[in-house]
């Protein structure tokens, strides 16, 4: 109740009336000078407001604050002017009423789930999904007697099928992770919209640079802002948008559950978006450069992204958004041991988890975050050995591509590359 009211309050920022993505990136939001509340502050940055309470000069102005006449914050838990700087500042970015910033991604997909779905509920996914979703909707959800429904990505029909059999909400990711499907969300929403089930997007590859999934009629989006959003491999947050009475229900959860957002991490955060722009054009066209290379190259099996188009989606994909980031993912011939010997050979990208900063990373997901997993159960969601996820940074576009171009010249397909003993374990597991 406490958390709910002082959000408002501390929250009723200008928002702005026009501008383009970059021109918000850098403006928008960051109500800390504009609102009157740090009135000390001539920063041109939004101030670090490292505090866990905050205090009342009198017990009068308590009860101003606890009716509404007096706009303030009461605890840490409950909200800060520096998180509150990224939350208005992604309102803007997403054309958002309303908007939750917390620890991570997974943090946000995990309490927006748990606010959102009713004991005894169905919740709509997509057969490819990030990894540690499925594993929260698989071990965790299910023991609230929620059930997961997975259907592909582009199957409006089974969509269809199973809202009408009663589903609390369809989540899926737009691009997913890591083969880059794409939801038709306009379709996906007319078909929601009349079963009254909760549309949510993941919109971690994409951005709102690239795609404002509430403009085309989802009802909720969510990123984890340690990706794009953030941009330097530095930090770890989380951001849900959206319709206000879904975020606040969300909200109420995170008093009680305390992801809470460091304040110097919302700093980043907010340092982060005002370059997003800027940063994201580089990587979409560093990515559709790679992409086209790649589809051309003998050594590779396939090649996914959806500006190809023999993508999947690549006709409502290319209708919805203007880029889609700077992921590709394709599959080598060879395998396994050609998909370590590239990964090895290569010099620009670092080998590590996660995308979306200004270093290019590489990862093969068999060995980076699918070894512990049985090969049949890889191929079910379809990773296979030879699949490569190419997150692009910000370095130039010809470097990336030389890089690259390098380590395919040098691969030898047919070498055994791996030690014997982890091929043996990896066949037994």
């Not at 939350?87 to 970015?93: F, N, P, T, Y």
């Not at 698989?138 to 009663?166: F, H, S, W, Y």
Request: charged content about 20%; some cysteine.
């Amino acid at each position: 109740m406490l958390a709910r009211r002082a959000f408002a309050l501390a929250g009723a920022g200008k928002r702005c009336a026009s501008g383009g993505v970059g021109t918000v990136s850098v403006k928008g939001g960051e109500p800390a000078r504009a609102s009157g509340h740090m009135k000390s502050s001539d920063a041109i940055a939004v101030p670090i407001v490292q505090t866990a309470a905050y205090t009342f000069k009198d017990s009068q102005q308590l009860i101003d604050f606890n009716e509404g006449r007096y706009p303030s914050y009461e605890y840490g838990r409950y909200g800060n002017p520096t998180v509150r700087a990224v939350e208005q500042k992604m309102m803007e970015l997403e054309g958002a009423e309303d908007c939750l910033a917390s620890t991570s991604g997974m943090y946000t997909a995990v309490s927006m789930m748990m606010a959102l779905l009713p004991e005894g509920s169905r919740v709509i996914t997509t057969t490819d999904c990030y990894r540690r979703t499925r594993q929260f909707l698989n071990t965790v959800i299910n023991k609230m007697g929620v059930t997961n429904v997975v259907i592909p990505p582009g199957d409006l029909d089974a969509l269809r099928c199973e809202v009408q059999r009663g589903a609390a909400m369809f989540f899926s990711e737009s691009p997913s992770n890591p083969m880059l499907r794409c939801v038709d969300i306009p379709a996906a929403s007319q078909i929601c919209r009349a079963a009254g089930t909760i549309l949510c997007i993941d919109g971690t590859f994409s951005t709102p640079y690239n795609q404002r999934p509430l403009d085309l009629g989802a009802d909720i989006v969510i990123h984890s802002a340690t990706k794009y959003l953030a941009g330097h491999h530095d930090v770890l947050a989380g951001v849900l948008a959206g319709r206000k009475d879904l975020v606040e229900q969300v909200r109420a959860l995170h008093g009680v559950m305390g992801g809470v957002l460091d304040p110097h991490a919302a700093y980043l955060l907010l340092r982060g978006l005002k370059t997003l722009h800027l940063r994201v054009a580089r990587q979409n066209a560093s990515a559709e450069a790679l992409a086209r290379m790649l589809h051309a190259h003998p050594k590779v099996k396939k090649t996914i992204y959806p500006s190809l188009p023999h993508h999947p989606d690549h006709a409502y994909a290319t209708a919805q958004a203007r880029g889609f980031g700077g992921v590709v993912s394709f599959e080598l011939h060879g395998g396994l041991h050609a998909g370590a010997m590239f990964t090895d050979t290569l010099q620009m990208p670092h080998i590590a988890p996660s995308l979306g900063g200004c270093d290019s990373l590489v990862e093969q997901p068999t060995i980076i975050s699918y070894w512990n997993v049985p090969p049949d159960e890889r191929n079910e969601i379809g990773i296979q050995d030879g699949l490569i996820r190419f997150a692009c940074g910000v370095e130039e576009t010809d470097d990336i591509l030389a890089d690259v171009a390098r380590a395919l010249e040098l691969l030898d397909v047919e070498k055994q590359y791996l030690k014997d003993t982890h091929e043996a374990w990896r066949i037994k597991g």
